[in-house]
């Protein structure tokens, strides 16, 4: 073997080398990525839990937002302006959540839960009441608006022609 042929075999082999370290440093990022998400994930669905958590804390305000969900509205404006507070602070959460999924930061089992409880909220008419409110005026981003409507729609809340657009999914490749 020639020394031009060891220069050409050990050339190789760095290339090899280099080659399998970008490979490795790729499939790390990736495991980086997901254990990002996993915590975000995490995070927004304690943000969930702790706002769900204010009913638990005050029987008072359980037992009038229990009832309100069956259908019988607060007669105390007091009781009413704190149902509306925390419906406010489910859509803020919901809110965060939509964007974080919609940039692909946390997974289906982040928006999930808040789909699911907004939508229940929305099947009120107190909550619904709220939520055209601060649809008008313009309290939250077009697309996030746009997604609540699909899931309105997709729950038969609303008819089609009312809903608008329906919200894309996020684009991009998950990990």
């Keep these: 073997m ?9 050339q190789t082999v760095a290339v090899a080398a280099i080659l399998i ?6 499939r790390q990022q990736r495991q980086t990525n ?14 969930l839990f702790s706002i ?8 008072v305000l ?5 009832k309100l969900i069956k259908g019988q509205e607060p007669e105390d404006p007091a009781v009413a302006a704190r149902l509306v507070w925390f419906f406010s602070l489910m859509l803020q959460s919901h809110n965060s959540s939509f964007f974080l999924w919609k940039d692909r930061l946390t997974d289906e089992r982040s928006i999930g839960p808040h789909d699911q409880t907004i939508l229940l909220h929305l099947k009120t008419p107190f909550f619904r009441t709220e939520w055209e409110r601060v649809k008008k005026r313009r309290t ?6 746009k997604h609540v409507e699909a899931l309105r729609e997709k729950a038969g809340l609303v008819p089609a022609a009312t ?3 329906a919200s894309p999914a996020p684009s991009g490749e998950s990990n």
């Design 52 to 59: 769900m958590e204010i009913m638990t804390a005050d029987p």
């Design 21 to 26: 370290s970008l490979i490795a440093i790729w």
């Design 34 to 47: 997901k254990i990002a998400r996993a915590d975000m994930t995490e995070r927004v669905l304690g943000k």
């Design 62 to 66: 359980a037992n009038h937002y229990a």
């Design 140 to 145: 939250y981003p077009d697309d996030y608006v």
């Design 2 to 10: 020639t020394l031009e042929n060891i220069y050409y075999v050990s």
């Design 163 to 165: 809903a608008g657009a």
